[in-house]
């Protein structure tokens, strides 16, 4: 089984259409979880910011991605 890549911060922020310091707020706060991933740590997994989009209700149950509602 295939994962998707983990997300940046950059594109957490592009998705949410936030910027990146809230993003980063998001996980000093435990609202997303990150994984280091080689050299690069704080990557956002897939299935994690999914998970928190459903939480926010920003994501219809049964999607395939994160497109907000």
């Known amino acids: 089984m295939d994962w998707p890549a ?3 911060v ?3 922020s592009a998705e949410l259409d936030c910027s990146e310091d ?3 707020a998001l996980i000093r706060d435990g609202e997303l ?3 280091a ?5 704080g990557l956002v997994p897939r299935h ?5 989009l459903r939480r926010r209700g920003r994501l219809r149950s ?3 991605g994160s497109s907000p509602r």
């Open 37 to 41: 991933c080689g050299i690069r740590p």
């Open 48 to 52: 994690e910011f999914d998970d928190y």
């Open 33 to 35: 979880k990150t994984v």
């Open 10 to 12: 950059r594109e957490v």
């Open 22 to 24: 809230e993003v980063r």
């Open 62 to 64: 049964g999607s395939h």
């Open 6 to 8: 983990p997300l940046t």
